[in-house]
Nanobody, 119 residues
Framework: VQLQASGGGLVQAGGSLRLSCAAS????????MGWYRQAPGKQRELVAA???????NYADSAKGRFTISRDNAKNTVYLQMNSLKPEDTDVYYC??????????????WGQGTLVTVSS
């Protein structure tokens, strides 16, 4: 199983980016999916998460600016990032709780995609 993230890049403050993360491989289902961010020397922290039913949860810094969504048919989670600020600069990681026959679920991480917001 792999999570492939894409969509990071360099954008000016006030701009937008859309991150995508697709799960591939052989598995039974996906429960929660989410996006995290991590700066060098700091702990990884939640940006936004979404359940298989579509319920969402956001970090305070993301509320009102970011929108998480998912396409269950494509096993893909998205993060639409609007009104970006320099302090949003970080490496963003996608995460998925992936299930296998026998109701075993494991946590998987994507490779990280760098978001840089210039002032």
């Amino acid at each position: 199983v792999q999570l492939q993230a894409s969509g990071g890049g360099l954008v000016q403050a006030g701009g937008s980016l859309r991150l995508s993360c697709a799960a591939s491989g052989s598995f039974f289902s996906i429960r929660d999916m989410g996006w995290y961010r991590q700066a060098p020397g700091k702990q990884r922290e939640l940006v936004a998460a979404i359940t298989s039913g579509g319920s969402t949860n956001y970090a305070d810094s993301a509320k009102g600016r970011f929108t998480i969504s998912r396409d269950n048919a494509k096993n893909t989670v998205y993060l639409q990032m609007n009104s970006l600020k320099p302090e949003d600069t970080d490496v963003y990681y996608c995460n998925a709780d992936i299930g296998f026959p026998g109701s075993y679920y494991y946590d998987y991480w994507g490779q990280g995609t760098l978001v840089t917001v210039s002032s």
